[in-house]
């Protein structure tokens, strides 16, 4: 991208560097500069292409200043999560700035720059090599790409992911335009038919000629692709599609992929288990306590109803009509308790939603799963009727003549 701007009316080239603009050009800054044409500093982001899914910017992303971008030659700047950028960077841009000054994003806002196609930028030698042309202000007035800067964002929250590197964005759709406008100019053509680089001479292999014509936007086949889905169920239909695709194919047409989401999940996977085993633990106590509890409540009121078990057994009934007694109340209060339990969550879900929300900007982390609840109350009946069992047993076996005379 042969990207200028003006600073204090001449006309510069940008480099997407953050080293300092002032200092002597050494070989290392022209290597520097050298990689800087092939958009290293800079960020591509994704073209919304189904405005009801939301927009990955906005989804990702949050406004210091400005506006959204909202046409293909609109640019954003990118903080990082404490809202700063390489002041270096920022004047590599073409900014004009103090370096003991703070830096008020509202006054970047509105910065334009011009993209000079491959033929008005680079002129032939008799050699073959090519070689840029001095850059003035003509060559800036005469550019046809205009582009604007007209936001300022940063990562919503300070342990998101940094999708895009902290610099200039652009979309997608000014990548290809850029490639169309620069596909059939000579330097890409004189390219094509060398295995020598046309800049510098170097020969060059497969690999660093196509990486070129990239540089040089003579080709639109890219060198790798970014997925955002939108959830991790999208991820894994994505996941999907792709193993079916690299399926019996020869591993010259497979393609190579790296699962972020599943990276960073197989790196924290160790702490998660272990947490997740002192949850359980903590969970098992809890269900033995509440066991040991339900046994006494119901041993309590075992003694407590002598004489009614006395009469129940002078009347007829024998030991497993008064167990059955006893098992139908714990029944009847497990069910109850679980299906309370279970309302109460629910309930709870929606402020503790709405603190994580505030925080993390997450929405609906947490849920109640139907089939969740629907166990978990299976669970509470299950284990009330185990607590209660013994103590229904030893009501059962109540002599009733000694029942009958208790106080």
Do not use: C
């Not at 002598?306 to 497993?320: F, M, P």
């Not at 209060?333 to 900007?361: H, M, Q, R």
């Not at 299976?378 to 009733?400: E, F, Q, V, Y």
Request: net charge positive; proline share 3%; glycine share 6%.
């Amino acid at each position: 991208m042969n990207l200028l701007s003006l600073v204090k009316g001449k006309a510069e080239r940008v480099q997407f560097s953050n080293n300092d603009p002032d200092q002597s050009a050494s070989m290392t800054q022209m290597r520097a500069q050298a990689m800087s044409s092939m958009g290293i500093g800079s960020s591509v982001f994704p073209t919304t292409l189904n405005k009801n899914k939301g927009s990955f910017l906005k989804q990702n992303y949050q406004m210091l200043s400005g506006s959204w971008p909202t046409k293909a030659t609109d640019l954003v700047l990118v903080t990082d999560n404490k809202n700063t950028v390489n002041i270096n960077a920022l004047k590599n841009l073409g900014f004009d700035i103090d370096d003991k000054a703070q830096v008020k994003f509202n006054k970047l806002v509105g910065k334009e720059f011009r993209v000079v196609a491959n033929n008005d930028y680079y002129q032939e030698l008799p050699t073959g090599m090519f070689v840029p042309k001095k850059i003035n202000k003509a060559m800036y007035n005469g550019a046809k790409t205009k582009l604007k800067l007209v936001g300022v964002i940063r990562p919503k929250n300070e342990d998101s992911m940094a999708l895009l590197s902290t610099g200039i964005a652009y979309s997608d759709k000014l990548s290809q335009q850029i490639i169309k406008d620069n596909k059939n100019s000579a330097i890409v053509k004189a390219q094509k038919k060398s295995n020598h680089s046309v800049l510098t001479n170097q020969k060059l292999n497969a690999n660093e000629k196509k990486a070129t014509m990239q540089a040089l936007g003579g080709t639109g086949i890219p060198s790798g692709i970014m997925i955002y889905p939108n959830s991790f169920d999208d991820k894994d239909k994505v996941l999907d599609y792709l193993d079916k695709w690299n399926k019996g194919k020869k591993k010259a047409d497979k393609i190579v992929y790296t699962d972020m989401s599943s990276a960073v999940t197989t790196m924290t996977g160790g702490l998660l288990s272990g947490i997740t085993t002192i949850l359980v633990a903590f969970a098992a106590i809890s269900l033995i306590t509440s066991m040991i509890m339900i046994g006494i409540l119901t041993y309590t009121s075992v003694l407590e109803r002598a004489k009614e078990i006395g009469v129940l057994k002078a009347l007829g009934a024998r030991k497993k009509d008064i167990t059955r007694v006893f098992d139908a109340e714990t029944f009847i209060l497990g069910i109850f308790s679980g299906i309370l339990g279970v309302f109460i969550a629910y309930l709870l879900t929606f402020p503790i939603n709405s603190i994580i929300y505030k925080l993390t900007d997450l929405a609906n982390v947490a849920q109640l799963d139907p089939m969740a609840a629907i166990i978990l109350i299976i669970i509470s009946t299950i284990l009330t009727l185990l607590g209660g069992h013994i103590p229904a047993r030893m009501a059962a076996k109540k002599d009733a003549a000694i029942a009958l005379r208790s106080e």
